[in-house]
């Protein structure tokens, strides 16, 4: 039988996100580390697979990009802190996806772009442009956006006779979230009301711009033309004080948000998202106990229920790594999970 050469896959920056995808990586039958590329001083010159508590890999970690852009590498699983948000600027995630993909590798991406169409013409002629360029594929995914709030709705209108209205609902406890620049510089939870309010309008956009790209999605795949997309949000204080792993959330301080997203026909939604984040949800009784729920109005009326998912930050990286193999084997572009077979975990089968 012919030998079946590994997949090369570059783990780009290594946060909350990124060590559980560097982990799997060294770990899985079929794929190969080329190269990781951090953000953090500390982790400069270190050996990949020490920092995530495994057996030395071989593979020095780096924050020399034009070295990374050199590697020969089928795949880029691109994972950092997003720069629409974080960083001065907006732009460099593009940027920085583009010049990968023109290097000749196909990137996978947990910054947004689980349908890049919503962005416009301008955003997708330049990735288009940087794929043509290096023969690549680009594929954004996450859990949500990514998964939950796109992939299964579409699923599930499968059986669907009619659909008048898509409901999703995501609960998210971040007791244990280890990440202060996600759950106090993004999310905002241990900031004063004052604080929140004049902090929250840059993220407002992000989570738009995120939440919007699954809307969109599930509309142009079900052929509805939506007018726009509109948002909402509120806030809750926390009654006492408690401690989470990313640090101490303060009485009257900011401790859960909802948000919701709705896609809008006429005035009417055709597809809305909430999405509620509790600092902790033993102690935050507003709003829905943590978990996924998808609801479809139409004929029939079907309502599916994740009632847990243990560790979000392994799921989202387990999407991306499950996605390689059909994403490295898929023709040049923009490939959204439109166009991808289903990602299964090939491979990560553990029969005890």
């Not at 290096?134 to 954004?140: C, K, L, R």
């Not at 209205?165 to 900031?191: A, C, K, N």
């Not at 998912?309 to 898929?330: D, E, K, Q, T, Y």
């Amino acid at each position: 039988m012919p030998v079946i050469a590994p997949i090369r896959v570059v783990q780009w920056a290594t946060g909350a996100v990124g060590r559980h995808a560097l982990h799997t990586v060294l770990s899985r039958p079929g794929l190969e580390l080329a190269g990781v590329l951090v953000y953090d001083p500390g982790k400069i010159g270190r050996d990949a697979g020490e920092l995530v508590g495994l057996s030395p890999s071989g593979v020095t970690c780096t924050d020399d990009v034009e070295q990374v852009l050199g590697l020969p590498a089928d795949c880029v699983l691109h994972m950092p802190l997003p720069a629409t948000f974080f960083g001065p600027d907006p732009t460099a995630d593009l940027e920085t996806i583009c010049a990968l993909l023109a290097s000749g590798k196909n990137v996978i991406t947990t910054t947004g772009f689980v349908y890049p169409q919503a962005y416009g013409p301008v955003v997708v002629d330049r990735i288009e442009a940087a794929c043509a360029h290096g023969g690549t594929t680009f594929h954004g995914t996450g859990i949500n956006p990514g998964f939950m709030s796109d992939f299964l709705p579409l699923a599930l209108t499968g059986l669907s006779n009619r659909v008048d209205h898509i409901y999703v609902r995501e609960s998210s406890d971040f007791r244990g979230h280890p990440s202060r620049q996600i759950v106090v510089d993004l999310v905002g939870f241990t900031r004063s009301a004052k604080d929140y309010a004049a902090a929250v309008r840059p993220f407002r956009a992000f989570q738009r711009s995120l939440f919007a790209e699954s809307v969109q999605l599930v509309a142009d795949a079900l052929g509805v033309r939506l007018d726009e997309v509109e948002e909402r949000d509120e806030f809750e204080l926390a009654k006492h004080e408690f401690e989470i792993a990313a640090g101490v959330v303060r009485e009257g301080t900011v401790c859960a948000s909802r948000w919701i997203f709705s896609g809008l026909v006429r005035g009417r939604p055709f597809m809305t998202v909430e999405v509620v984040y509790k600092a902790d949800a033993a102690r935050v009784e507003r709003w829905s106990e943590p978990g996924f729920s998808l609801h479809i109005e139409g004929v029939p009326q079907m309502t599916v229920a994740v009632e847990e998912v243990s560790h979000g930050l392994a799921a989202a990286a387990a999407h991306a790594i499950n996605a390689i193999p059909a994403v490295c084997a898929a023709p040049p572009g923009i490939r959204t999970l439109l166009d991808l077979p289903l990602p299964v975990a090939r491979d990560a089968v553990r029969l005890m």
